[in-house]
């Protein structure tokens, strides 16, 4: 757990709790357009979620059989938000392993990250064993993988122009579609995305 441990001194948290948008001339293409929601980062790093990669062929119920929380037969009995939760691809590390972003009503001692006061994350399967009986959280969005940087690098890549940063909400996170959520957050920056588009077209 110590990658989600925030930092002591809280005056270093950096971009917790920031989204990360990236630039027309982002230079690694698996970032390419993406949206990054920042769960934690300070002076020996960061990790992120990707909220703008739904994952393929992938749903909640199905993933829910294939770990063993509940038997095929039990799909149907599962609440109806737990086949509309989503389900994307959070970033390139530990795709095999499943990250939960959700509100700030749930939370598991010693396994939930508090990242600020309406967004946590929480990375044990004990969280999808709530959701699939109805108790997890009100809000929930599940991520395979997760974005990572090494000391330096997220600095380093926002210096290069790589990235814009802006406050994150929990409508954009929880609510909006996956495929615009780049948008979204381009508008909260005070960025058109037509213009954008166009100053990218002639760089």
């Not at 389900?87 to 990250?99: D, H, I, K």
């Not at 399967?125 to 997220?154: F, H, S």
């Not at 926002?158 to 495929?179: K, M, R, T, V, Y």
């Not at 959520?181 to 508008?187: I, N, Q, S």
Request: charged residues 20%; contains cysteine; negative net charge.
């Amino acid at each position: 757990m110590s990658l989600f441990s925030p930092p002591t001194d809280m005056s270093s948290r950096y971009l917790d709790g920031q989204l990360l948008v990236a630039m027309p001339g982002m230079m690694d293409e698996r970032f390419a357009r993406s949206v990054i929601y920042v769960c934690a980062h300070s002076g020996d790093g960061a990790m992120g979620i990707v909220l703008n990669r739904p994952a393929t062929n992938v749903n909640l119920p199905d993933l829910l059989v294939q770990l063993d929380i509940i038997p095929e037969l039990e799909r149907i009995l599962l609440p109806k938000k737990v086949g509309r939760m989503q389900v994307l691809m959070g970033g390139p590390v530990e795709t095999s392993r499943g990250f939960v972003l959700h509100s700030s009503d749930y939370h598991l001692a010693q396994s939930t990250l508090l990242i600020d006061d309406s967004i946590c994350l929480t990375a044990t399967v004990d969280i999808l064993r709530a959701i699939a009986k109805g108790e997890g959280p009100e809000n929930a969005i599940l991520a395979l993988g997760y974005a990572g940087w090494e000391a330096g690098q997220l600095e380093t890549e926002i210096q290069a122009n790589g990235w814009l940063n802006c406050p994150a909400d929990a409508e954009l996170i929880f609510n909006a579609s996956a495929e615009l959520r780049y948008e979204m957050a381009l508008r909260r920056i005070g960025v058109d995305p037509a213009m954008l588009s166009i100053q990218a077209g002639h760089a």
